[in-house]
Nanobody, 119 residues
Framework: QVQLQESGPGLVKPSQTLSLTCTVSGGSITAMYYYWSWIRQPPGKGLEWMGAISYSGSTYYSPSLKSRTSISRDTSKNQFTLQLSSVTPEDTAIYYC???????????WGQGTQVTVSS
C-alpha cells in the first residue's frame, strides 16, 4: 500500500517561495513508469495540475505555472519536492501530491496540506 504525505509551512508571505515535500512510503519513486505529481485546489475552485516528476527524474510542468515551478526529488529519502516562487494570495490552496502509473489515472493521493499566502 503506497502512502503519500505532504509537509511544509502552512503560511507563506507574498513574493516568497513556497516549498513542500511529499514523502512516499510503500513504494519507490524510482519504480518504472510511475509519475509523481503536485496538484492544488484553490478555495471554491477545481483541481489544478501543477507538474510532475517521473520515475527517471524527468520533469513536466503546467504551462501556466512553468516559470515559477520547480519539482525535484531525493531518492535516498524517497521524497519529491515542489517549489513555487513569487507567490501571491492567488496561490492559496490545498496542495496535494499524487501518484499515477504511466497514463492511467491517479491511484494514490496524499491527504493534502493547506497553504495560505498572506502577509
Amino acid at each position: 500500500q503506497v502512502q503519500l504525505q505532504e509537509s511544509g509551512p502552512g503560511l507563506v508571505k507574498p513574493s516568497q517561495t513556497l516549498s513542500l515535500t511529499c514523502t512516499v512510503s510503500g513504494g519507490s519513486i524510482t519504480a518504472m513508469y510511475y509519475y509523481w505529481s503536485w496538484i492544488r485546489q484553490p478555495p471554491g475552485k477545481g483541481l489544478e495540475w501543477m507538474g510532475a516528476i517521473s520515475y527517471s527524474g524527468s520533469t513536466y510542468y503546467s504551462p501556466s505555472l512553468k516559470s515559477r515551478t520547480s519539482i525535484s526529488r531525493d531518492t535516498s529519502k524517497n521524497q519529491f519536492t515542489l517549489q513555487l516562487s513569487s507567490v501571491t494570495p492567488e496561490d492559496t490552496a490545498i496542495y496535494y501530491c499524487a501518484k499515477r502509473y504511466a497514463k492511467a489515472g491517479y491511484d494514490y493521493w496524499g491527504q493534502g496540506t493547506q497553504v495560505t499566502v498572506s502577509s
